[in-house]
């Protein structure tokens, strides 16, 4: 279990991390999600104990992670696979790590065949390709068998068939009881991984939630609208303060009025409707529109 309670971090006048509540719980899939700058690694880190907070409290299982001298037979985490001695072999680095956490040597065999590194084990660090070092930060934070894991950003790197096998990785860990946390920016990817959602912006929190009900809240609402009439129909709907995107496969796609009101509309002007499909927002469009005014940085001067 994962509680953060009123979690604060300032770095002068700047607060990275303001106010900060949610727990994590055991058993599921949870993703970890914010616009960029929304705080969520200084979260993961002030978990970890790497960073101290200003105020408020980040516990695993009840205590402070740096309470605990054996920590990775407690708590798993990849934050940057980047951060590696690069002239270590990847055995090398887990044995290291195994010794100092009291991990069985064997365990380190287990972790690289497990992430796919078994054939790579003697090589150097410095020569894996990003995608590498993410199977080898998978293996280390896997290596104590921890009964909770966080992963940061841990789809960067990885091909298609990496990405699913990693979704495949946290599904059976949450499976198993445990509690998994994933930072990601890919929401498709979290719509296909993820049970529950934890979205922050601007250090505070925005929602804490399943998928559903997180996509439920997004208000945006379109509508694909099919028919032989659409020069007809179109002029209609503009009027009715509808906006229409005609597609490629000739249907057309409305927003701004409900399914009922464009079928009303189409039955005024004698309109043969093929098709009148509402659509809710997906994953990413409820996560635009929620966190639009947490962005730290927008493109176009927007906020």
Known sequence: MIEVSELTKRYGPTTAVNGLSFTVGPGRVTGFLGPNGAGKTTTLRMLLGLIRPTSGTATIDGRPFRDRPRGLRHVGALLDAREVHGGRSAAAHLRALARSNRVPRGRVDEVLG?????????????????????????ATALLGDPPVLLFDEPLNGLDPEGVLWVRGLFGRLAAEGRT????????????????????????????????????ARGTLLSVTVRTSEASVLTPALAAAGAEV????????TVTGLSPD??????????????????????????????????????AGGTR
């Open 114 to 138: 497990e992430v796919g590194l078994a054939d790579a084990a003697g090589r150097r660090i410095g020569g894996f390709s990003l995608g590498m070092r993410q199977r080898l930060g998978i």
């Open 180 to 215: 998994v946390l994933v930072s990601s920016h890919l929401m498709g990817e979290m719509e296909l991984t993820a049970e529950r959602l934890v979205v922050i912006g601007r250090g505070s929190l925005v929602a804490a939630e399943s998928l559903a009900e997180f996509a």
């Open 245 to 252: 995107c005609a597609e490629a496969d000739g249907s057309c």
């Open 261 to 298: 009101e464009i079928g009303q509309l189409a039955l005024r002007h004698r309109v043969p409707l093929a098709e009148l499909s509402p659509r809710s927002a997906s994953l990413e469009e409820a996560f635009l529109e929620l966190t639009a005014d947490r962005v730290e940085y927008a």
